[in-house]
């Protein structure tokens, strides 16, 4: 297999900017595989060493095997393409409070095979509710959706 390198990329989503920095064998196989970055040939001018040292150290990836930010992103990228949109749901079973991303198409497909789901939209939520959100497809249930299955 061939050398990867290590390249600088942004991701600009309007009103800011993801930057990480991606290992990949050229920066063509980058912007085959995720059309929406950028290849950055030189770091920015406002980019100091220090906050380039601090993109490696906590957002780099792998081409081969995406991890974190860059998993979510593929993973949205493909549920998008499907014509699905993420919807927020709480479900409490047994005491226990979970909250989930559900890609569906509608809402009315969640809430037609699945009961006990209480939908979020437009609930403001808490940084530690997000922080313990999963995310499950409707078209491959998991443990989550088969708990609340009708």
Same mark, same amino acid.
């Given at each position: 297999m061939a050398e990867k390198y290590t390249f600088l990329c942004a991701h600009d989503y309007g009103m800011g900017g993801v930057w990480m920095t991606i290992s990949a064998r050229s920066a063509d196989e980058i912007e085959e595989k995720y059309p929406d970055?950028?290849?950055?040939?030189d770091r920015p001018d406002w980019m100091t060493y220090d906050v380039y040292e601090e993109i490696v150290k906590t957002s780099s990836y792998d081409i081969d095997s995406p991890t974190g930010w860059l998993f979510s992103f593929t993973y949205a990228k493909q549920r998008e *393409?499907?014509?699905?949109?993420?919807? &927020?749901?709480?479900?409490?079973?047994?005491?226990?409070?979970?909250?989930?991303?559900?890609?569906a198409r509608d809402v009315s497909e969640i809430n037609s095979q699945y009961s006990g789901l209480e939908d979020l939209?437009?609930?403001?939520? *808490?940084?530690?509710?997000?922080?313990? &959100?999963g995310t499950s497809d409707i078209d491959e249930p998991d443990e989550f959706l088969v708990r609340y299955r009708r």
């Open positions: 970055l950028t290849v950055v040939d *393409s499907e014509g699905k949109r993420p919807f &927020m749901f709480r479900g409490v079973k047994g005491g226990v409070t979970e909250y989930r991303t559900i890609w939209t437009g609930v403001p939520l *808490s940084a530690d509710d997000l922080d313990d &959100m």
